[in-house]
Structure formats: C-alpha cells, structure tokens
Nanobody, 122 residues
Framework: HVQLVESGVGSVQAGGSLRLSCVAS?????????MGWFRRAPGKERDRVAT???????YYGDSVKGRFAISRDNAKNTVYLQMNSLKPEDTAMYYC????????????????WGQGTQVTVS
C-alpha cells in the first residue's frame, strides 16, 4: 500500500528556512494525485498548509502565503515544502498527504497520510 515518508531538519531560529520532503513508496502518484501538506500545532486542529493539484494549481493557507512554497517532482515521487521566514507560530507537526482516490487532480479529502515530522521554530 502507499506510504508517505516525510523528512527535514526539525529545528530552526525565527526568520530561518527549512525544506521538508515527502517521498511516496509503493505508488507512482504522477501528476494525477493532488499532494499536500498539513500541520497540527499543540492544542489546535490540523490545518491545511498547502496543496498542489498536479496540473498547475496550488493553494496556500493565509498564514503561510508568501513564505511557503509547495513543489513536486513526479519522476521522484516526491513533494516538497519550502518554508521561509519562519515564525514561532509555525511550530507544529507537519504531515504530508495524498489525494488520489477522489478523482484526478482533486484536492478534497486526503486518503493517505505520512507519519509527520516535527518543526520547531524558536
């Protein structure tokens, strides 16, 4: 079955940058699956951070617009989240997600989640 594995250095000072990576195994998501990133801060609900629908449409949450960028390399089955100008409020567990079963290029409800990677901004 599909597995998503996130990676990326977890701690940074405010104003710094981090890049998260997410590799999909056992499945080639190509350009038909929407891919995305979510995050959950302590005591808060999980929020949608960014999505890329595979055919040129991206979405960003208001709190990260202009600072974060999602990208993908379909040949490597990898999606990235470049995070710049990080703030302490960006501290959260970040999750990679795939939206493959809801129709091509639809960023509806994720059907596969990564295990999460902690990002701490101090």
């Amino acid at each position: 079955h599909v597995q998503l594995v996130e990676s990326g250095v977890g701690s940074v000072q405010a104003g710094g940058s981090l890049r998260l990576s997410c590799v999909a195994s056992e499945y080639h998501f190509g350009n038909s699956c929407c891919m995305g990133w979510f995050r959950r801060a302590p005591g808060k609900e999980r929020d949608r951070v960014a999505t890329d629908n595979g055919v040129g449409t991206t979405y960003y949450g208001d709190s990260v617009k202009g600072r974060f960028a999602i990208s993908r390399d379909n040949a490597k089955n990898t999606v990235y989240l470049q995070m710049n100008s990080l703030k302490p409020e960006d501290t959260a567990m970040y999750y990679c997600a795939a939206f493959c079963s809801g129709g091509s290029n639809v960023c509806g409800k994720p059907d596969t989640w990564g295990q999460g990677t902690q990002v701490t901004v101090s």
